[in-house]
């Protein structure tokens, strides 16, 4: 079955520090998503990228996040510096085109930042 | 403001019966609504969606209410499994391909 990759599975990391987060959607999937998810919330939406294009950055922390997909697949979360309020869940998800509703999620990234 | 509110933060359910799972929404742009399922240490996991033209859909044991008026919807359980514990996210969209918006999740405890 077809799974969205993502790694690390968990990063540790000290403020001030840089730290990246690998992401690889379903074959084929056109448009690429990056969520933060704090405990206790909802996952909400950093970047929308179709194909290796952005599509929303709007909620994106432009002075320390950078985000690229540059040839189309597979994607890049940066943060640098890291700050603590940082520490949450990164997801990455996935969706076949921009027809279709459903998104499908991978494991997502464990950030700790101490 | 939360656009989509999840206002039971936990419920517990014995076995065999009816888990409900509710969520409110505020923007009239939504025309979309999904359910996830996530596990600890794992992404959230598809379960079912609704269409804003249908009120009901049904998959297996898993039933989605959608009532526009109210700007309400339900995840009805029938019957209700242990291996349904896990925490429930609600989502709404505007547009296809756009951004999910989610509430902030619901923690069932399915209790044998």
């Known amino acids: 079955e077809a799974e969205v990759a993502q790694s690390p599975r968990y990063k540790i990391t000290e403020k001030s520090q840089a730290v990246a987060f690998w992401c690889d959607p379903i074959?084929?999937?056109?448009?690429l998503y990056w969520y933060r998810q704090i405990l206790g919330q909802g996952p909400e939406l950093l970047v929308q990228f179709q194909d290796e294009s952005v599509v929303d950055d709007s909620q994106l922390p432009k002075d320390r996040f950078s985000a690229e997909r540059l040839k189309g697949v597979d994607s890049t979360l940066k943060i640098q510096p890291a700050e603590l309020g940082d520490s949450a869940m990164y997801l990455c998800?996935?969706?076949?085109?921009?027809?279709?509703?459903?998104?499908?999620f991978g494991p997502g990234t464990r950030l700790t930042v101490t | 403001d939360q656009q989509v509110k999840q206002n039971s933060p936990s419920l517990s359910v014995q076995e065999g019966r009816i888990s409900i799972l509710n969520c409110d929404y505020t923007?009239?742009?939504?025309?979309?609504f999904l359910w996830y399922k996530k596990y600890p240490a794992e992404g959230p996991t598809f379960l079912i969606s609704?269409?804003?033209?249908?009120d009901k859909n049904e998959d297996g044991r898993f039933t989605v209410f959608l009532n526009k008026s109210a700007k309400h919807l339900s995840l009805h359980i029938v019957p209700s499994q242990p291996g349904d514990s896990a925490v429930y996210f609600c989502a709404a969209s505007a547009d296809a391909g756009n951004m999910l918006t989610f509430g902030g999740g619901t923690r069932l405890m399915v209790k044998p």
């Open positions: 998800a996935s969706n076949v085109d921009g027809n279709s509703y459903e998104q499908y």
């Open positions: 074959s084929g999937h056109a448009t």
């Open positions: 923007n009239s742009m939504f025309d979309y």
């Open positions: 609704i269409s804003s033209i249908k």
